[in-house]
Every structure is written in structure tokens, then in C-alpha cells.
């Protein structure tokens, strides 16, 4: 009689137990959530907002003005001693698309990443501070092609191309030579990604 | 009375145990909840999407880039095109792979084996009048004040670029269906005073309308282009009103030549037009033809992220909606 109930009072507790476990799991699940809500900190651009810029300025073909937008030792429209822009954007479609897109308080840094013989390398675009954390990082890929101009930085074409160029003009090397169908007439796909964050 | 105490007993341990399930139960769903309003809440672009369009636009847009490009090329086949538009693709595919790659997304972009459709470009390089090129040389009284330029099918990139154009009549492009019913459309260009009128009245199904914009008329050449509505490089909502993806016959016509009191619309032209329709135009000296373009493509395109699936068909068909 003793031993039976004793051994009910056992399951009682090993019950309860169960129960405090499953709270405890319900609890835990709740607090799970919360930093979520709470860590968004104040410095944070809106993703999804460079993610539209970026998607039409690449459909219009900005974003690859820009990178073409080279004068054979830095990007057209730089300051002396310096190969991109620093404190500010390149005054074209794309720096125009960042900086009403995304609103004045918003800073941005862009950089070209391509591939080399030697692997891969990055050439900065502007830059306008060190990020801090929390800064959304977007990517878009551009094709760049052999008779693809090179522009000015108001994204108005330069005589000749790619292709016509000597060798060393362009930060990036001709990746694909060849023949045409064997992809001969690409001369490199770069990817240039966009760092932003509120000032 | 231990019968009593036993069977109390076993009914506590059932219900404490369905309690536990129930409990149990209810973090799980709630769990699932919370996690299912996370991600609907995240702005991250990965999670909502956002990045797949990023990255579908940029394959697009290289593709696009480079359909131009072969296009612009004279003497060459098509299947030399395909096979360069292919091995291209191929190649944008693989390294925009990598680079996603590098942040956890598969991305998949595979060329098909038959990916092009053929197109002919229509081309006037020279200034000249817009008759058939027949009967160019004919006396004014005997010829015929229209042209055929497209026989069916679609068209793109239809521009004209007047060096002369006449007061009045004016010169005028008509678009008539192929087959069935729908839209009809006439074009019409004129001077009207210090300004062009361009008037586009719909003539086929539905209500008779006619949209008209001037522009002012500066001196020397001026552009239409019919496909992107502008009148040198200002937009023209009357053009924009000409459904340009329907399959039309484009009869091009150009009163006054012979007419020494009038000013005939002369210049240059050019238009891609979608085969089968280029076959049976009436063209020839000074009028050219560029055979085997490639008038669109389709890529297939996939994109897989831990909080997103996508799979599409990319048409790349520049100046039309894709």
C-alpha cells in the first residue's frame, strides 16, 4: 500500500517536472525573440531600400557607367591623389540613384571586387568612413564587355573601348580572351558591393 | 479504499500527462509563430526576396548588354550569335555563382541549348525617302504612296530620323493587325507652325481616339523613336499609346514627292522586326537588311537561400516590357 503510493507520488513529481520543463521551454522561446526586436540599432540603413536602388540602377545601366568610369589611374571625377571619392559619390546616374535613394543621412561606401590571375582583389569606388557594425551590405554583378566605352564621370561615353585600350588602363585585366563562342567578347564580370548606414 | 487511492492515482498521472503534451504542444506552435513573424518581419532583403530580384536583374542586365552588342554586328550568322550569346551566359552564370556563393545563396543560371529567337534589322543608313524601294526612281504619278516595311510580327527599336518633313500631308506609319481584331493605330508627323504635331489615332477595335504632342521644331535632323515614344529624346505620351508588343503590318507612308510645292519626308530608319515577318518585306537598295539577330532569349534562373526559393525563365528582349 505504502510502496504504491509511493511510487504514484514519484510519477506526481516526474510530472510536474515535464510541466515546469515545458514553461521553461515556452519561456525561453519568448526571450529568443526579444533581442530580435530590440537589437536593430539606430545606425542601420534600410536594406530593402539600397536593394531597389540598386536593382534599377543596374537595370539602367548606371551602376556599370560608374565602373567603367576610369581615366586609366582613377575613377573620373576624383580629387588629386586618390583613385575614388572620398566624402562623397561620383556625380552620375549611380551616385545620383545612392544619394536620392537612400536620403541624405545615409553614408555609403562602394567597392569593385574582380578577379585576377592572382586571385581576387577590390578596388574602391568612394568612400566615406568606416562602416559601423550593423551596416547593410548589398551586391550587384556587372558584365563588363570588350566593346563595352569607357565614360567620363557624368556617364557620357569616351572615345574607344575596353578592348581598344592598352593593356594596364582598366583596374581590371581582360578576363576571357578568345573567341567569340567560347565567351571571347567578355572582358570580365566585377562585383560591386554597396555598404551603407546611417550617419 | 486502495482500489480508490490507485485509481485516482492513474487518472492525475493521464491528466498531468495530457497537460504535458498540451504544454508541450503550445511552445512548439508558438515557437513556430514567433519564428514565422521574425522572418515576415525581418527587413533583411535575403529573407524577403529582395536579393533574388537583385540578382536576376544583374544576370538580365549582362545578357541584355551583350544581345545588343551581337546585334550591332553585320555579316554574322545566327548560330554563331547563339552560340556566343550562349557561351557568354554561360560564363556570367558561373561567376555571378561564385560571388553569391560566397554569401550562402545558390544561384543557378543555366543557358538553353536552343536559346534565340531570329530577328531581322530594317535599315535606311542612307537619307532617302520612305517609299518602296522599287519605285523610288518612278514618276510621281505612277507609284504608290505606301510601303510595306513589316509583313507580321513583332517589332523593336523603331526609329526614324527625318533630315526633312513635310508641312502637310503628312508623313505616316500604319500599324494594321496581322490577324483577329484588336488596336490599329495611324502615326502621323507634321509641321504644325513653329512646332512638330505628332498625332496617333486608334483606328481599329474600341473607340476612335486621337492623341496628339508637339514639340518645339528646332533645325536640323529630329529623331522619333516610335518604341521608346520620344521626339528627339522628349517623351511623347501619344506614342507611348501604340501597343508596340503586337504582331502588326507597319505600312510607312510618304505623300509629296513630285509635288515641288511640298517638302516630302526624307532621312534615315531603322527597326528589328521578329521573323517570319521580315521574309516577305519589300526592300532592296538603298534600303539593308541585317539577317540572324536575335531578336530575344531566355535564360533559366534559379536562386535558393536558407528563407527563400526562386526559380524563373528570364526573357531578355531589350525595349520591350520582359
Known amino acids: 500500500m505504502v510502496g504504491t503510493r509511493a511510487q504514484v507520488f514519484t510519477l506526481e513529481g516526474v510530472l510536474a517536472a515535464l510541466i515546469v520543463l515545458a514553461g521553461l521551454g ?38 556599370k557607367r560608374a565602373v567603367l568610369a576610369w581615366t586609366g589611374s582613377s575613377f573620373d571625377g576624383t580629387g588629386a591623389g586618390t583613385s575614388y571619392f572620398v566624402d562623397s559619390l561620383p556625380d552620375n546616374g549611380f551616385g545620383t540613384a545612392l544619394r536620392a535613394g537612400l536620403g541624405p543621412s545615409v553614408v555609403v561606401n562602394v567597392v569593385v571586387g574582380y578577379e585576377t590571375a592572382s586571385g581576387p582583389e577590390r578596388q574602391r569606388l568612394a568612400y566615406n568612413g568606416a562602416p ?68 | 479504499m486502495a482500489s480508490l487511492t490507485d485509481d485516482r492515482a492513474q487518472l492525475l498521472l493521464a491528466g498531468a500527462f495530457v497537460l504535458a503534451v498540451a504544454l508541450l504542444g503550445l511552445t512548439i506552435v508558438l515557437s513556430a509563430g514567433n519564428y514565422t513573424a521574425s522572418l515576415a518581419g525581418d527587413s533583411g532583403s535575403v529573407s524577403q526576396g529582395d536579393d533574388a530580384i537583385t540578382a536576376r536583374e544583374s544576370v538580365r542586365a549582362g545578357v541584355r548588354s551583350y544581345l545588343r552588342l551581337i546585334n550591332d554586328r553585320s555579316g554574322v550568322s545566327h548560330s554563331d550569335r547563339e552560340a556566343s550569346l550562349e557561351a557568354v551566359t554561360r560564363v556570367i552564370g558561373e561567376r555571378t555563382s561564385e560571388i553569391y556563393a560566397r554569401e550562402g545563396r545558390v544561384l543557378v543560371v543555366s543557358p538553353d541549348s536552343d536559346p534565340a ?42 526609329t526614324f530620323h527625318f533630315s526633312q518633313l513635310p508641312a502637310s500631308p503628312p508623313f505616316e506609319l500604319q500599324f494594321r493587325r496581322v490577324s483577329g481584331t484588336g488596336k490599329e493605330w495611324d502615326l502621323r508627323v507634321e509641321k504644325s507652325g513653329g512646332n512638330w504635331l505628332i498625332a496617333v489615332e486608334q483606328v481599329g477595335s474600341g473607340p476612335a481616339i486621337t492623341l496628339t504632342c508637339e514639340r518645339p521644331r528646332s533645325s536640323g535632323d529630329q529623331t522619333m523613336d516610335v518604341t521608346d515614344a520620344t521626339m528627339d ?76 526559393q526562386y526559380e524563373a525563365d528570364l526573357r531578355v528582349a531589350p525595349g520591350e516590357i520582359e
Open chain 1, 26 to 63: 515556452f519561456a525561453l522561446q519568448t526571450v529568443v525573440v526579444t533581442p530580435t526586436d530590440g537589437g536593430v540599432s539606430a545606425g542601420t540603413a534600410d536594406g530593402d531600400r539600397l536593394e531597389s536602388v540598386l536593382t534599377t540602377a543596374t537595370e539602367r545601366g548606371a551602376v
Open chain 1, 132 to 199: 559601423p557594425e550593423g551596416a547593410v551590405r548589398e551586391t550587384v554583378t556587372v558584365a563588363l564587355y570588350d566593346a563595352d566605352s569607357v565614360y567620363d564621370e557624368s556617364g557620357d561615353p569616351v572615345a574607344g573601348t575596353l578592348a581598344s585600350r592598352p593593356s594596364g588602363f582598366f583596374y581590371v585585366d581582360d578576363r576571357h580572351t578568345g573567341s567569340a563562342s567560347t565567351g571571347g567578347d567578355l572582358y570580365a564580370v566585377v562585383e560591386v558591393e554597396v555598404v551603407a548606414w546611417q550617419a
Open chain 2, 117 to 158: 529567337t531570329e530577328g531581322t534589322r530594317i535599315k535606311q543608313v542612307n537619307k532617302d525617302n520612305f517609299r518602296q524601294p522599287s519605285e523610288r526612281g518612278g514618276a510621281a504619278a505612277d507609284i504608290d504612296e505606301t510601303w510595306s516595311l513589316t509583313n507580321g510580327g513583332t517589332v523593336r527599336n523603331m
Open chain 2, 233 to 308: 529624346g522628349t517623351y511623347c505620351p501619344a506614342l507611348d499609346a501604340i501597343e508596340m508588343g503586337a504582331a502588326y503590318d507597319v505600312v510607312v507612308k510618304t505623300p509629296g514627292i513630285g509635288d515641288s510645292t511640298r517638302d516630302p519626308a526624307e532621312g534615315q530608319f531603322w527597326v528589328i522586326a521578329r521573323d517570319p515577318s521580315a521574309e516577305a518585306m519589300n526592300t532592296g537598295d538603298p534600303v539593308e537588311t541585317d539577317a540572324g539577330l536575335v531578336y530575344s532569349t531566355t535564360v533559366p534562373f534559379s536562386y535558393h537561400s536558407p528563407a527563400v
